[in-house]
C-alpha cells in the first residue's frame, strides 16, 4: 500500500519530465537556504460548494532545507483550508502573496496526511521562505497553522484544542515581539496547552 501511494506521488513528477535540482548546502552568508520550488502553479478553479478549490494542471514539488522532496502531483486538488481561515485577515488568503506555492504544497500534504503533521507544519515555514515571505511573518504562518491547523496521527488526541483565542492571540504576538526558532514556538505552544 506505501509502495503504490509513494508511486501515485512520485511518477506523476517524473512522468512531466521536471528536472529535480539539489539544494544548496548553504547559502553566501552562511545560513540555510530555506529550499526551493520545481515547477510553476498551474491550476484551473472548480465549480463547487468552495469558491476558492481547484485542480493543478501540472505537478509541482518543493525542495526541503535538508533536500526532502514534497511532490505535489498534477491532479491534486486543493483549497487553501489548511491555513486556518481566522488568520487570513492578517496573513492574507491562502493562494495570493509570497506563500501561495507554500499553501498549495502545505494543502496537498495536509490532506493526504503522508507525512506528520508536525514535519507538514515545519515544511511549510521553510517553503514560506523559500516563496519569499519575510522570516518575522513565516513564522507568523507557521505559529497560526502549528496552533489551528489540521493534526493527525494513529491514536492522535489533540493537545492543542483547549487552547482558547485569546492565548492564539498572545502567543502570535509573542512570536512577533520575539522572533523566535520554531523548536521554541513549538515548546511555547506545548506548554501553554499543558496549562
Known amino acids: 500500500m506505501k509502495v503504490k501511494l509513494v508511486l501515485s506521488l512520485v511518477l506523476p513528477l517524473l512522468a512531466s519530465c521536471v528536472a529535480i535540482p539539489e539544494v544548496p548546502a548553504s547559502a553566501e552568508d552562511g545560513t540555510t537556504p530555506p529550499g526551493m520550488f520545481v515547477g510553476n502553479i498551474k491550476a484551473e478553479w472548480l465549480e463547487s460548494d468552495s469558491a476558492r478549490r481547484m485542480r493543478l494542471l501540472a505537478p509541482v514539488a518543493y525542495i526541503d532545507p535538508h533536500g526532502k522532496q514534497w511532490p505535489v502531483p498534477e491532479g491534486a486538488e486543493v483549497d487553501g483550508a489548511s ?10 488568503s491562502p493562494f495570493v502573496g509570497e506563500y501561495r506555492k507554500a499553501s498549495v504544497v502545505h494543502d496537498y500534504y495536509c490532506d493526504t496526511k503522508t507525512e506528520s503533521w508536525q514535519d507538514t507544519h515545519r515544511m511549510f515555514y521553510h517553503a514560506c521562505l523559500a516563496g519569499g515571505a519575510k522570516p518575522s511573518q513565516a513564522k507568523i504562518m507557521f505559529t497560526a497553522v502549528f496552533l489551528k491547523g489540521p493534526r493527525w496521527g494513529y491514536g492522535f488526541s489533540d493537545p492543542l484544542a483547549g487552547i482558547d483565542d485569546q492565548e492564539v492571540d498572545e502567543l502570535i504576538a509573542w512570536t512577533e515581539n520575539n522572533d523566535p526558532s520554531l523548536a521554541e514556538i513549538e515548546a511555547r505552544i506545548m506548554e501553554q496547552a499543558a496549562q
Open 83 to 92: 491555513i486556518p481561515r481566522a488568520f487570513w485577515t492578517f496573513i492574507g
